[in-house]
């Protein structure tokens, strides 16, 4: 009888365990790192230059830091063959597709690369609505290990079945293929898209600037938190929203901007993909870039996103628990006077009399032992990031 008890809660386990083994594939089990063309260079991609990319993605410590994905956004391909075979540009990609991911794996990196669902991708290259097998299959031969998948000329298409089509020829393909969807969130995809993408656009396009935006749907760094702030239940270990790519060191942000911008990237366990000129970055943003403390909230490997749990006007207090039962906590700042602002335990789901080390994640310094609250002076359009563990 109770050998017959003891299988029957063994296959209680299996039956309850069988929808969490189906959706994890076991890729991007923490937020995907890397570089995109996309933001600094837009159309002007060359085999040159996403080499050079890669090498000072190694040279600048990058990639120890985690930055591993090395990924060619729209423009590398030029037109179909009689065969419908999709075609790189032979003038800016000479060597061909192969021998860049080649490269890119010799140097110990990972290679990605952009198409989109429709007949066309955002500036009008062939797309591959209709080429999906055919595409995913030439992406597993020439070594591709991420792809991008934008939503321009669907005019028609569901969005759901077109991302599923490409992410079944991704996994019939039988390479292992990170799968980022790109539909700006139009559709929600927070909502059906576990399981078949890894990743998922939740905004528009991010621009190289604080708060300005576009007529297009282009939209400033506080924009995209804004739009961030209710989504932290749709994310974890394999699926993950993702906030657009960085614009860090791209001259649009002040230094307080840009080190704003990549701590709540951290917080909400966005995809981090620089969007920068790696070989002309000056030390400071490569000091933003490479804070293995902040990285370290970003990989966290209980995968959740951050939220908000205090909105005083233009100060706010964000949190992110940890698998090591301490805080990531983020004092944000947006307005235009330096203030001081505090995280009381209760609103951080520490125990109110309690005492808990706090350590300044961009002083990397420990800043002290408290008890009930933490305040900082925080700078405008600024944050203060600090991990605050209980002290028992
Ligand atoms: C869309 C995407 C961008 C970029 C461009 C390329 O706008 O959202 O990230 O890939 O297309 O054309």
């Given at each position: 009888?109770?050998?017959?008890?003891?299988?029957?809660?063994?296959?209680?386990?299996?039956?309850?365990?069988?929808?969490?083994?189906?959706?994890?594939?076991?890729?991007?089990?923490?937020?995907?790192?890397?570089?995109n063309s996309w933001?600094?260079?837009?159309c002007?991609v060359s085999e040159?230059?996403i080499?050079?990319?890669?090498?000072?993605?190694?040279?600048?410590?990058?990639?120890?830091?985690?930055?591993?994905?090395v990924v060619i956004d729209d423009c590398w391909q030029v037109r179909r063959d009689a065969a419908g075979k999709i075609v790189a540009d032979p003038e800016r990609f000479p060597s061909g597709i192969k021998a860049l991911a080649d490269?890119i794996?010799?140097?110990?990196?990972?290679f990605g690369i952009y198409s989109d669902a429709g007949s066309m991708t955002c500036a009008k290259r062939p797309g591959s609505k209709g080429h999906e097998t055919q595409d995913a299959k030439i992406y597993a031969e020439w070594g591709v290990d991420y792809l991008k998948y934008d939503w321009c000329s669907t005019?028609?298409q569901?969005?759901?079945?077109s991302y599923?089509k490409m992410s079944r020829a991704l996994?019939a393909s039988g390479r292992?293929i990170v799968f980022s969807?790109c539909?700006?969130?139009?559709?929600?995809?927070?909502?059906?898209?576990?399981?078949?993408?890894?990743?998922?656009?939740?905004?528009?396009?991010?621009?190289?600037?604080?708060?300005?935006?576009?007529?297009?749907?282009?939209?400033?760094?506080?924009?995209?938190?804004?739009?961030?702030?209710?989504?932290?239940?749709?994310?974890?270990?394999?699926?993950?929203?993702?906030?657009?790519?960085?614009?860090?060191?791209?001259?649009?942000?002040?230094?307080?901007?840009?080190?704003?911008?990549?701590?709540?990237?951290?917080?909400?366990?966005?995809?981090?993909?620089?969007?920068?000129?790696?070989?002309?970055?000056?030390?400071?943003?490569?000091?933003?870039?490479?804070?293995?403390?902040?990285?370290?909230?970003?990989?966290?490997?209980?995968?959740?996103?951050?939220?908000?749990?205090?909105?005083?006007?233009?100060?706010?207090?964000?949190?992110?628990?940890?698998?090591?039962?301490?805080?990531?906590?983020?004092?944000?700042?947006?307005?235009?006077?330096?203030?001081?602002?505090?995280?009381?335990?209760?609103?951080?789901?520490?125990?109110?009399?309690?005492?808990?080390?706090?350590?300044?994640?961009?002083?990397?310094?420990?800043?002290?032992?408290?008890?009930?609250?933490?305040?900082?002076?925080?700078?405008?359009?600024?944050?203060?990031?600090?991990?605050?563990?209980?002290?028992?």
């Open positions: 009888m109770r050998s017959l008890a003891r299988v029957g809660l063994a296959l209680l386990v299996v039956l309850l365990m069988a929808p969490l083994a189906r959706a994890g594939d076991g890729l991007a089990l923490t937020p995907p790192m890397g570089w933001n600094k260079f837009g002007n040159k230059l080499r050079d990319a890669a090498d000072a993605l190694v040279s600048s410590g990058m990639k120890d830091t985690g930055y591993e994905y490269a794996h010799a140097k110990g990196l990972k005019d028609g569901d969005t759901r079945d599923a996994r292992p969807i539909e700006w969130g139009n559709s929600k995809p927070w909502t059906w898209a576990q399981g078949i993408g890894h990743l998922w656009r939740a905004t528009g396009d991010i621009q190289d600037c604080w708060d300005c935006g576009a007529s297009w749907g282009g939209m400033g760094v506080v924009h995209i938190i804004d739009l961030m702030a209710d989504l932290y239940a749709f994310s974890g270990p394999g699926h993950w929203n993702d906030p657009d790519m960085l614009e860090v060191g791209n001259h649009g942000l002040t230094l307080a901007e840009n080190r704003a911008h990549f701590s709540f990237w951290a917080l909400f366990a966005a995809p981090l993909m620089a969007g920068n000129d790696l070989q002309s970055m000056k030390p400071e943003i490569r000091d933003i870039l490479t804070n293995r403390e902040v990285i370290a909230v970003d990989q966290d490997p209980l995968g959740m996103q951050g939220r908000k749990v205090r909105d005083a006007g233009a100060h706010e207090v964000w949190v992110k628990p940890l698998a090591d039962g301490s805080r990531a906590v983020i004092l944000f700042n947006r307005g235009s006077e330096e203030s001081p602002i505090a995280a009381p335990w209760e609103d951080i789901g520490l125990f109110p009399g309690g005492k808990a080390l706090v350590r300044d994640l961009w002083k990397k310094a420990d800043v002290g032992s408290f008890t009930g609250r933490f305040e900082a002076k925080v700078e405008p359009h600024g944050v203060v990031m600090v991990k605050i563990t209980p002290q028992f």
